[in-house]
């Protein structure tokens, strides 16, 4: 088992950052993929970023096109943490963050937005508004 808990939500302006933070406890959090989603009211959820485990060398990176450039997602296995640093906030970002983990490798950003996720956190609350 996998138990994740995101951090770091809140109100912000629009222009303004925020850190997320999704710290895992259990198993061996270097070998899972770890990603976020959000999941705006009276939306479907959506996927924002994900990064891979190092097994077969760097990590990689994905993001949903919107938030490349704005958004960045990182981690530190020593620390059992995932991180998504959030730039240049729009009221569109509003929504409620999830943190999530696979065992799987993603190895196409297509592959990271539909595979399964075994693991959810409970989801941290950013609301954009001035």
């Known amino acids: 088992q996998v138990q994740l808990v995101e951090s770091g939500g809140g109100l912000v302006q629009p222009g303004g950052s925020l850190r997320l933070s999704c710290e895992a406890s259990?198993?061996?959090?270097?070998?899972?993929?770890m990603a976020w989603f959000r999941q705006a009211p009276g939306k479907e959820r959506e996927f924002v970023a994900a990064?891979?485990?190092?097994?077969?060398?760097?990590?990689?990176?994905y993001y949903t096109d919107s938030m490349k450039g704005r958004f960045t997602i990182s981690r530190d296995n020593a620390k059992n943490t995932m991180y998504l640093q959030m730039n240049s906030l729009k009221p569109e970002d509003t929504a409620v963050y999830y943190c999530?983990?696979?065992?799987?490798?993603?190895?196409?950003?297509?592959?990271?937005?539909?595979?399964?996720?075994?693991?959810w956190g409970q989801g941290t609350q950013v609301t954009v508004s001035s």
């Open positions: 259990g198993r061996t959090f270097s070998s899972y993929t």
């Open positions: 990064i891979t485990w190092s097994g077969r060398g760097p990590h990689l990176s």
């Open positions: 999530a983990a696979t065992a799987m490798f993603a190895t196409s950003q297509t592959m990271a937005v539909m595979m399964p996720h075994d693991y």
